[in-house]
């Protein structure tokens, strides 16, 4: 199933965490590749007040209207969530998919990012 299809139900479940009070309900800015560049996602996230920062299509009308901007630099930063997903597929058990419940390959996941976290505090080379 692709990303793109479970969108919705994500952002709908989604906590973003303040320096005060309740976590907000729904972030500022969405960030996505050309995948996630279609009229029924644009529009979803319209409704909710999230900025999409997606690139449209090569052929799509939107790419060739100068009207419709793009904000290239917050893009860029979306590179640090395809680094930390990269890392997570080097480990084997979660790149090959071996759990195949849900609640087992969340655990698998966690026990990845306990990993990382306990080697990044520990290295010797801080």
Known sequence: M????RLEPVLTKVKVHQKRGRPKSRPKRLAGDKAYSSN???EFLENRGIDAIIPHKDNEKARHD???TFDKETYKRRSVVEQSIGWLKECRRIGTRFE?????FLAMVKLAMIKRTLRLLFSNRA
Request: neutral net charge; without cysteine.
């Open 2 to 5: 692709h990303d793109s299809t």
């Open 40 to 42: 029924g996602i644009r």
């Open 66 to 68: 100068p009207d419709v």
């Open 100 to 104: 195949k419940l849900a609640i087992n």
